[in-house]
């Protein structure tokens, strides 16, 4: 299989990483996670768009246009005929000699790329997973997908180390998100979920979630809840570009609602299918 590096498809051995790229010594850089379909790519704009804000947001002046970039993505996926799975992307800000300032004037920022054929998590979102909580303990800039993750790290190990397929987070009782995803309770034909601010990643699943609710006509309430409401919810979702709408059936053991996915998520989980199934091949 091929990779992406900058604005070349090569071979994987042929890539060069500088030892002083501070994405390696500092993680100063972004990333993005696109869903491969039918050999095509899922809401690519809108992960594109993100990136660059991501970019902006920490002053990486991305060196192609967004055009020129998807473009790119498309060849890496026809060059190495992925039919269901992702692309991984990231920038970093680039090789210059050690120091916590920024390099003035700026280096050229350095991308890489792959994909990965993956199977859908099919099972788990028939069935449910179980999540426990744990103290989100991050920076206030998760609204950077940056590459510095050990906070969202550290949170996964502890949920999977002790059985869980995720870390639900909270500030103080509040709920964020997940380690990574973002999380919903539906209660009484309402679903809640936090509002798009510095404590969460905006997920691009989580904007097609919310346009689901619409179309099935569940109301949607963009405020945090908290611990004790979360084990209260009749429903409980979490959702990322590669779990798509995973149902969480207990937290820290508790069930919620009857253990099973609910109607709402179910529902959800129908009308995002058709929105995959709509995307053509390439
Ligand atoms: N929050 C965090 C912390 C994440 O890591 C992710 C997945 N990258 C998400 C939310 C979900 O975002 P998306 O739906 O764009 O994959």
Redesign the pocket.
Known sequence: VKVLWNDRIVNEDEVRIGFEDRGYQFGDGIY??I?IYNGNLF?AT??IN?LYASADKIQIVIPYTKDVLHKMLYDLIETNEVNVGHIYLQITRGISPRQHNLPNPPVEPVLTAYTKEAARPLDQQKNGVNACFDNDI?WLR?DI?SLN?LG?ILSKEKASSNGYYEAI?HRDELIT??????VYGIKDGVLYTHPVSNL?????????ILSCCEEIGLPVVESAFTTTQALEMDEFIM????TEVMPVVSIDGQTIGNGKPGQWTKKIQQVFESKISSLVSL
């Open positions: 993005e996670v869903k809401t809108e992960h993100r991050r998760c997908k993750l969202n987070l998100e997940g380690s990574s995803s973002n969460i990643l905006n997920g691009i699943t989580r904007n097609v959702s990322s570009t590669t």
